[in-house]
């Protein structure tokens, strides 16, 4: 999925923003978008970045600790 920024965004806000998480997205971004990094913690307005396909039918498994039995 191709994705153009808001000015002043973020990476981590652009994947928050579209996809709805950061975690373990943001890292395939880099990956799918050479030299991305390199530019800066900023994405200049419009600039267009790879995301990575999720699948958004299964959610997010987190486990849990019971502390009392």
Request: proline share 6%; hydrophobic share 50%; charged share 15%.
């Given at each position: ?28 971004a ?40």
């Amino acid at each position: 999925m191709i994705v153009a920024a808001i000015a002043g965004e973020t990476l981590d806000a652009l994947c928050w923003r579209t996809l709805g998480r950061t975690a373990g997205v943001t890292e395939q971004a880099l990956e799918l978008n050479p030299g991305l990094a390199a530019a800066g913690p900023k994405l200049a307005e419009g600039q267009t970045v790879i995301l990575p396909e999720i699948n958004t039918a299964a959610p997010a498994i987190r486990e849990t600790v019971n502390l009392w039995d």
